[in-house]
């Protein structure tokens, strides 16, 4: 059974880093995706970044290029998400979701995921 921890939010002011953790299990090879999501009050669930475990391929969002970087270390099956740079529109319920085989198209897309972890809020103070 695959499951996600995700972990590390906090409140952090406006021009801070963070960075959040996704903890995976149950995959049996490396070949899929990792995804990290963000939700905020009343808006709808986007895709923020999100990382082929096989082929180490990256994606970002426009709104975050530049401020966050992914990572993985897979000996210890963790994917990473730092954030620099934060502001206060980043503020949201952050979420890491994973699929299995590795998508080989556009990654940010919530609905191509089966399996999320619980969500670590992120606030960001102005």
């Known amino acids: 059974e695959v499951q996600l921890q995700a972990s590390g939010g906090g409140l952090v002011q406006a021009g801070g880093s963070l960075r959040l953790s996704c903890a995976a299990s149950?995959?049996?090879?490396?070949?899929?995706?990792i995804g990290w999501f963000r939700q905020a009050p009343g808006k709808e669930r986007e895709g923020v970044s999100c990382i082929n475990i096989s082929d180490g391929t990256l994606e970002y969002a426009d709104s975050v290029k530049g401020r966050f970087t992914i990572s993985s270390d897979n000996a210890k099956n963790m994917v990473y998400l730092q954030m620099n740079s934060l502001k206060p529109e980043d503020t949201a319920v952050y979420y890491c979701?994973?699929?299995?085989?590795?998508?080989?198209?556009?990654?940010?897309?919530?609905?191509?995921?089966?399996?999320w972890g619980q969500g670590t809020q992120v606030t960001v103070s102005s």
């Open positions: 979701a994973a699929v299995g085989p590795a998508l080989n198209y556009y990654c940010l897309g919530y609905l191509g995921y089966d399996y």
């Open positions: 149950g995959f049996t090879k490396d070949d899929y995706t």
